[in-house]
């Protein structure tokens, strides 16, 4: 089997298996925002200058504004068994922003995305390890798969809109797994 990295293509005849790369601004961009401090971003001072506030790192969409409304939860994931991961499904929020951010000192996690209509499109799945001090949101109908934290149980702050119907979540189901290694 070939290991597959980001930008390159999935073909599921003959490969069923993708290595984790880092996770960059600019490689996540098409699924949604890296959200972190980073030095090279615009930023203001705030609380008597001791803090440096980052403003607009990621875009919250709520496209069910009728009827859903922005929730504040928790996750507390328990960390990867084995390796590699065994990847049956994903699922997207067709209609709101998702944004996760760790609440665990040195969390690590994977993120594993692609992009598609009704179904996913395996030709731009793509997984991607974040750290501490890192967040991410996905874009409204971005797939991807639940949060998989790395080494040890990892608590996440979401937000999500939701009405508490059906529609706040779709899952595909893989017949044939995905071989998912982590960094």
């Not at 607009?56 to 069910?64: D, F, G, S």
């Not at 997207?92 to 040195?106: G, L």
């Not at 594993?112 to 030709?123: A, Y």
Request: aromatic share 10%; hydrophobic share 40%.
């Amino acid at each position: 089997m070939q290991e597959m990295g980001a930008g390159e293509q999935l073909d599921m005849v003959s490969t069923s298996t993708i290595k984790a790369v880092p996770i960059s601004r600019e490689a996540y961009a098409p699924y949604g925002s890296l959200i972190a401090a980073d030095e090279a971003l615009p930023f203001r001072y705030a609380n008597m200058r001791t803090a440096k506030r980052f403003d607009y790192l990621a875009e919250i969409a709520n496209l069910r504004t009728d009827s859903a409304k922005l929730n504040l939860c928790v996750f507390s994931c328990s960390p990867l068994s084995e390796a590699p991961l065994q990847m049956k499904l994903l699922e997207k929020h067709q209609y709101s922003t998702q944004v996760f951010m760790p609440m665990t000192n040195n969390a690590r996690f994977l993120v594993i995305v692609c992009l598609g209509g009704d179904e996913p499109d395996l030709d731009t799945l793509v997984c991607f390890e974040a750290g501490n001090g890192q967040g991410i949101s996905y874009k409204p109908g971005v797939w991807h798969y639940p949060m998989t934290a790395i080494g040890e149980r990892v608590d996440f702050a979401c937000l999500v809109c939701e009405d508490g119907t059906k529609e706040d979540c779709e899952i595909h189901t893989f017949g044939i797994p995905i071989e998912i290694f982590p960094l």
